[in-house]
């Protein structure tokens, strides 16, 4: 019925604001270019879910961690490329597109 979510992140400039562009008749530049960035992650999650009359253990949270890196295509999309381990050591390649915040 309930849910503690949190979520830490931090966010390293490798590359910042590298304008490509392709140069193409009939179409104008906004739509052929593209600003380009490139960071380096490392996070940290946790989270419990829990019924309305249960006491919270902080035991009972799944929690992880990873890094990764992250391609910013503004102002159109990202991609990330990360490792996460939960709190077992079980490890995960996750890929993903836009960002959660």
């Keep these: ?15 910042s604001d590298w304008e490509f562009s392709v140069d193409l008749l009939l179409l104008p530049k906004s739509l052929t270019s593209v600003n380009i960035s490139i960071f380096l992650t490392t996070f940290a999650d946790a989270g419990v879910t829990y019924d309305n009359r249960q006491n919270i253990d902080l035991n009972e949270f799944d929690s992880g961690f990873g890094g990764g890196v992250t391609f910013l295509f503004l102002p159109r999309n990202a991609l990330r490329f990360e490792y ?13 597109t836009k960002l959660s915040f």
């Design 84 to 96: 996460a381990l939960n709190k077992y050591g079980r490890g995960e390649i996750i890929v993903g």
């Design 1 to 15: 019925q309930n849910s503690i979510l949190t979520s830490l992140e931090f966010n390293f400039p490798i590359l």
